[in-house]
């Protein structure tokens, strides 16, 4: 437990040492931002909407309800810990001082394992997406894979310019995002093309 104390010691919010994280550079609009998109970006709903209904058929809309009880839950104890485990570390920090410091050393090799590979499958379903949008639309093919190396040279930037700056582009975009998604389910719903709009489901 001392490595544990010691290290979320070095790793709490506060000026003193440079390499800390300054206090208050991310706020509550930040962290509440950076957790949606990290949990469900809304852009997300748009590529597994499709495979979710292939898969539950009728009762697509209790497997969201369903996902949605799972997540609260999960939600509340994560509120519970960042108050009383204030710390950069996070997951780390969470495992290391609820578990053992060796299984927080794990958890945080998985996650930096899992972070690269999350970008690259985003990365990858959206080009895909642009790139068959605008051949079928506008008739320019137009590689994915560019659509993907502009997705990655961009978060790059982003993690270059810093926490404060990278935060402050993750709340403007975001709410960007759910404006956007929100603007064309609305849309749906009213044009929802031949098949009409029904509530049977």
Known sequence: DVPCKSMVSRTRIGPTTPNELRRDAVGLAGVMMQALTDVAPAIAVLFTVQFTASQAGIS??????GAFLIAIPIAL???QLAKRLPS???WYTYVSRGVHPRAGFIVAWLYFLYAPLQTAITGTSIGVAFSSTIQSEYGVNIPWWLFMMVIIVFVVVMAYRGITFSTRAIVILGFAELAIV????IWGFFQSGPGGDTLQV
Not at 60 to 65: G, Q
């Open 77 to 79: 104890v994560l509120c």
């Open 88 to 90: 950069a570390g996070g």
């Open 60 to 65: 697509m809309p209790a497997a969201y309800v």
């Open 182 to 185: 929100g603007i064309f389910s």
